[in-house]
């Protein structure tokens, strides 16, 4: 077993570690999740843009850290870097943003154009 093996095997173990933590957190309630992915206006809906956030980035960025486990460094030059992201993970990180700020801002004109009885102004 080579010492690349031995360091990528505790970085798996050391997040699912940290994974397990959060999750035993959140479930005897000393993390508090309630309205995460409500919106802040008490109404209790869910914002799709939200969802969406929680869903896609964290999904992005493990698939990111297994292909460059799977992949290694990247020799430039003289030096060692991480590999570049591929076009397809920027396209997803880049619109998935972009929805989140569409989302956000259609609710802020939303909420712009209504008065205190939810009539348009």
């Known amino acids: 077993m080579t010492i690349g093996n031995v360091l990528t095997f505790s970085l798996l173990a050391w997040f699912g570690a940290l994974a397990l933590l959060v999750m035993a957190r ?5 993390i508090d999740c309630s309205g995460m992915l409500a919106s802040q206006s008490g109404d209790g809906q869910i914002n799709p843009e939200r ?11 493990a ?7 799977n992949s290694g460094a990247v020799t430039i030059g003289e030096r060692l870097s991480m590999p570049d992201l591929p076009e397809t993970l920027v396209t997803l990180l880049t619109g998935g ?3 989140y700020l569409a989302g956000k801002i259609a609710r802020k004109e939303d909420k712009v154009g209504r008065d205190a ?3 348009t102004t």
């Open 63 to 69: 698939y990111y850290a297994i292909d460059a486990l």
């Open 117 to 119: 009885e939810g009539k």
């Open 97 to 99: 943003n972009g929805l």
């Open 51 to 61: 969802v969406l956030a929680m869903g896609l980035v964290p999904a992005i960025l």
């Open 26 to 30: 959140i479930l005897t309630g000393d």
